[in-house]
């Protein structure tokens, strides 16, 4: 199906464990971006990617790992997840060459780190 | 850095009545971004504001854009119940080349009531 997807859409992990999120999306947007959302801090960028195998760090990246091999994949590890990397996490993409440039989001991946 | 503010961050009004969101920022912004979030759900875009002075209305909403004041407003018109969700503004900065990143604010819980 078209758009942007996340998977997976609900995780539960121990404390220490590696965990992978996974984006992708159809339209072949330029940029690609990570956000967390916690209770009373909104949306917080962890990292970003204006193309791919180009990425740049966001507010809040320390614990997390990107990678972008392909336009449409955006993974983001967590390389040893804590509890405070409980979190849901949203994917968003976003064409550079429309004027609007707005950013389109995915569903989320609510991830509890136990 | 940027900081946004949203005030208010809860409101709740009856049916029929109208009120603004205000979304206040801190440093040169050239566009900002309207999205909504109803309750375990993502992100959808209501509205793009791409210059000073820009208005834009959809139904019961209508948001407009101050640059120079760095402020957006959201006004709600005669609301109805269907409006009760999270609005979260996001002015976009220009954080180096052609790199573009949104901040956002923490959003408003608006609860409409019968």
């Known amino acids: 199906d078209a758009g942007i997807t996340q998977s997976p859409r609900y995780k539960i992990t121990e404390t220490g464990r590696q965990v992978t999120l996974m984006c992708h999306q159809t339209w072949s947007h330029s940029y690609m971006f990570w956000y967390r959302q916690d209770l009373g801090h909104g949306l917080r960028l962890i990292y970003y990617?204006?193309?791919?195998?180009?990425?740049d760090k966001g507010e809040v990246p320390d614990g997390y790992v990107v990678s972008r091999s392909k336009t449409e994949n955006f993974p983001l590890t967590l390389e040893s997840a804590t509890r405070s990397q409980t979190s849901v996490y949203f994917c968003?993409?976003?064409?550079?060459?429309?004027?609007?440039?707005?950013?389109?989001f995915g569903p989320g991946t609510r991830l509890t780190v136990t | 850095e940027l900081k946004v503010e949203q005030n208010p961050l809860f409101l709740s009004m009856q049916e029929g009545k109208n009120y603004t969101i205000y979304c206040n920022y801190s440093?040169?912004?050239?566009?900002l971004y309207w999205y909504r979030q109803d309750p375990g759900k993502s992100l959808e875009s209501l509205f793009v504001l791409l210059s000073n002075g820009a208005v834009k209305q959809e139904g019961r909403l209508m948001a407009s854009l101050d640059t120079k004041a760095r402020l957006s407003t959201l006004h709600i018109t005669a609301a109805v119940h269907d409006l009760s969700a999270t609005y979260f503004c996001?002015?976009?900065?220009?954080?180096?080349?052609?790199?573009?990143?949104?901040?956002f604010g923490k959003g408003t819980l608006l609860t409409v009531n019968p």
């Open positions: 996001a002015p976009r900065i220009d954080s180096g080349g052609s790199n573009y990143k949104l901040t």
């Open positions: 440093t040169t912004s050239d566009r």
């Open positions: 968003a993409s976003s064409e550079f060459s429309t004027l609007s440039y707005e950013q389109y």
């Open positions: 990617s204006a193309a791919a195998d180009i990425t």
